[in-house]
């Protein structure tokens, strides 16, 4: 069965510090899709990456970058130089292969601090 | 070009009313996805359709969700008779192609009094 961990529930830091935001997911296939997910206040659900199981490639973009890592079955999230906009619930999500299902982490609140 | 389409975006009823969620995917994508997000149960998928057909229901609660997609650009989640417990946000998804990303409408925030 696929399953997504986010250990923190919750970070809060001041403006300008980089965070890292873990995500560790288990499943069986060989074929599998990670995605990251952000939620504002404001309630949307707005997508950031989508990684397949095949490219373990790190991928910076701007301030965020993605650190995908089999061996650890890990897809940690990092935001460098933190701002307050980046105030959100961050979600990773996991779907397999042979599935169109989505399978969500718990979440983790980050709240930057000015 | 214009994003997933919610609405109502805020619902409040009374126990025992019928609800009726909308929801418009992105033009050309033939996959409709819908969730459930409680604090205690976080995001949960309920059901979905290919191509307007449903594929799995399994995560419908229970016999009192009903959705339907009529065709390709509309979908609605119904919920009758409307309990306390179905109070949550309910978000609409689509995709294009199979396995690609999916798309959030801004969800639908129920809240049954």
């Known amino acids: 069965a696929q399953k997504v961990t986010q250990a923190q529930t919750e970070i809060s830091v001041v403006e300008k510090e980089d965070v890292t935001l873990d995500c560790v997911y288990e499943t069986r296939d060989t074929t599998y899709y990670l995605f990251w997910y952000k939620q504002p206040p404001s309630g949307e659900l707005v997508f950031l990456i989508r990684r397949n199981s095949f490219d373990e490639q790190n991928e910076i973009s701007g301030r965020y970058s993605w650190n995908f890592q089999k061996s650890t079955s890990s897809f940690n999230f990092t935001i460098t130089a933190s701002q307050v906009v980046d105030s959100a619930v961050y979600f990773c999500?996991?779907?397999?292969?042979?599935?169109?299902?989505?399978?969500f982490g718990k979440g983790m609140k980050l709240t930057v601090n000015p | 070009d214009a994003g997933v389409i919610q609405s109502p975006r805020h619902e409040v009823t009374e126990m025992g009313q019928e609800v009726t969620l909308r929801c418009k995917p992105i033009?050309?994508?033939?996959?409709l996805f819908w969730y459930r997000q409680t604090m205690m149960r976080g995001l949960e998928l309920l059901i979905y359709f290919n191509n307007n057909v449903p594929i799995d229901d399994s995560g419908m609660p229970e016999d009192r969700f009903s959705a339907k997609m009529p065709n390709a650009s509309f979908s609605t989640l119904k919920i009758q008779p409307s309990e306390p417990r179905d109070s949550a946000v309910y978000f609409c998804a689509s995709r294009g192609l199979p396995l690609e990303t999916q798309y959030f409408g801004p969800g639908t925030r129920l809240l049954v009094l």
């Open positions: 033009s050309g994508h033939n996959s």
């Open positions: 999500a996991l779907s397999e292969g042979g599935s169109e299902k989505l399978v």
